[in-house]
């Protein structure tokens, strides 16, 4: 009867232990050369009921806006456009106004085609490139066929009292897109904030307040429209419109923290 202690039995016990040791390090030396070659990022090892901390408001904020650049590479196409029709329109090039409107639209197109292509070669997001450029593209369209720069901004113009909307109907049937969005953004997908009637009735007021933003900012453009002052409303869309963005973004970060951070210092800990 062969036991434990058996020298067989210790040997063949040292040998599975060799085995799995062996192909132990072979799959972690192929993982690591899977990493490398696809450039991943390994997963951090934590413990099971550990949770990410949520991103900081700035880290949201520039998540939101694409960062710096993202800003940037969303001004270039519109910047482009009105420095384009307003030099290519002075008196001294002898342009016909609707030849320094091509030129206007190739620049602006042309840049947001560029600044797509450079994020494809190095591999980096083009999500915000993309919908730059079908709006781009599309108020480009309607510029050429109407053969007038003020229709270029049009779609903008028109998207955004549009989601104005939206948030405003969402309130109604007290639904709140704000909080959903919070809820996708910075509470893991979870959506329990429906239960916490402090929380319900902040994201309300804040949805209402979005829509008041958006207004603002479509409606500045479209009072600029309907004048005809094509190239003021491109400088208003960059110089104003952006900041208004970032400045309703950050009040909304800052208001939910200050409820959920007064909520949780009144909770009393078990």
């Known amino acids: 009867m062969t036991t434990g202690s058996d020298p067989r039995h210790a040997a063949h016990e040292s040998v599975e232990e060799r085995i799995a040791e062996l192909v132990g ?4 030396k192929l993982a690591a050369e899977i990493i490398a070659e696809q450039d991943l990022h390994p997963v ?15 880290e949201q904020i520039a998540e939101q806006l694409g960062g710096v650049r993202g800003l940037i590479e969303s001004s270039v ?3 482009a456009f009105v420095l384009l029709n307003v030099l290519l329109s002075l008196e001294a090039l002898g342009l016909e106004k609707r030849e320094a409107l091509l030129w206007a639209i190739v620049g602006s197109v042309g840049s947001a085609l560029a600044i797509g292509g450079v994020r494809l070669v190095r591999r980096q997001p083009v999500r915000h490139a993309v919908n730059g450029l079908f709006g781009i593209a599309l108020g480009a369209w309607l510029a050429w066929r109407t053969g007038d720069a ?3 901004y049009l779609p903008g113009i028109l998207l955004t009292f549009g989601q104005s909307a939206v948030l405003l109907v969402s309130v109604a049937f007290r639904k709140p897109l704000i909080g959903y969005a919070w809820g996708i953004m910075a509470n893991k997908g ?14 309300q007021w804040l949805t209402v307040l ?5 207004t603002v900012r479509a409606g500045i453009q479209f009072v600029l429209y309907l004048m005809g002052e094509a190239n003021a409303i491109g400088v208003v869309r960059i110089l104003v419109s952006w900041p ?9 970060i800052w208001a939910v923290h200050r409820v959920t951070s007064t909520q949780r210092r009144d909770t009393p800990v078990a």
């Open 77 to 79: 196409p519109v910047l």
């Open 25 to 28: 390090d072979a799959e972690e």
């Open 190 to 203: 979870r959506q329990d904030w429906f239960a916490n009637a402090r929380l319900f009735r902040t994201f």
């Open 244 to 252: 208004i963005y970032a400045a309703t973004f950050a009040f909304t």
């Open 210 to 214: 979005w829509a008041i933003s958006l």
């Open 150 to 152: 003020k229709n270029f």
């Open 44 to 58: 951090a090892k934590g413990q099971p009921g550990d949770e990410e901390p949520l991103p900081s408001m700035s």
